[in-house]
Structures are given as structure tokens and as C-alpha cells.
Nanobody, 117 residues
């Protein structure tokens, strides 16, 4: 089994920044790709950014040029800049996908990000 724990969410004003972190533990030999997903009330869960084991990344069009995903061993990060109210959502760490744009079987509990003035 794999356990994922997110941190770094909070309340920020439009135009501000946040950095999310996720640590993976357990049977991490089964992990290849990792990523961040988000879900806002009344909306489907969507891929925000993903990163494969070799470093290949993918981003949703809505966050390109603003968000950056990175990975250091089993630590996953999401640097979020120029935040907009529409970025408000619960952000989930995901692991085990076969590629940067494929979701894996492991999920964290999520961390709330609220962008509001």
C-alpha cells in the first residue's frame, strides 16, 4: 500500500502564491508517475499537473505559465503563482499512474485551497 499526505493549502488573495507538498510512503516501488488533481464544488475532479518518473510534465491549459510541478524522491510539489478565484478547490495528490496524464490508484485526503479577496 501507498500513503499520500498533502500539505500547504490555505486562504490566499487573488494574485498570490501557495506551494503544495505531498509525501509518499509505503510500497513506493509501485509508483511511477505522480500528479495533482483538484475538485471544486459542483465540478468534476480534473488533472492540474502531472509528472512522470523521467521528469516529463503535463499541465491543464488553465494553469499553464502559472503552476509548476516538481518531484524530489517521493516528495511531490506544486508551486502555484498568480492564483485566481477559479483555482479554489480541494487539491489531491495522486500516485501510481503509467504516465504524467494518467491517474494512479493512490490518493491523498486533499488540501483546501481558497483564493478570495
Amino acid at each position: 500500500q501507498v500513503q499520500l499526505v498533502e500539505s500547504g493549502g490555505g486562504l490566499v488573495q487573488p494574485g498570490g502564491s501557495l506551494r503544495l507538498s505531498c509525501v509518499a510512503s509505503g510500497s513506493i516501488f509501485s509508483i511511477y508517475a505522480m500528479g495533482w488533481y483538484r475538485q471544486a464544488p459542483g465540478k468534476q475532479r480534473e488533472l492540474v499537473a502531472g509528472i512522470a518518473g523521467g521528469g516529463t510534465t503535463t499541465y491543464a491549459d488553465s494553469v499553464k505559465e502559472r503552476f509548476t510541478i516538481s518531484r524530489d524522491k517521493m516528495m511531490l510539489y506544486l508551486q502555484m503563482n498568480s492564483l485566481k478565484p477559479e483555482d479554489t478547490a480541494v487539491y489531491y495528490c495522486n500516485a501510481g499512474g503509467s504516465s504524467a496524464n494518467r491517474m494512479g490508484r493512490y490518493w491523498g485526503r486533499g488540501t483546501q485551497v481558497t483564493v478570495s479577496s
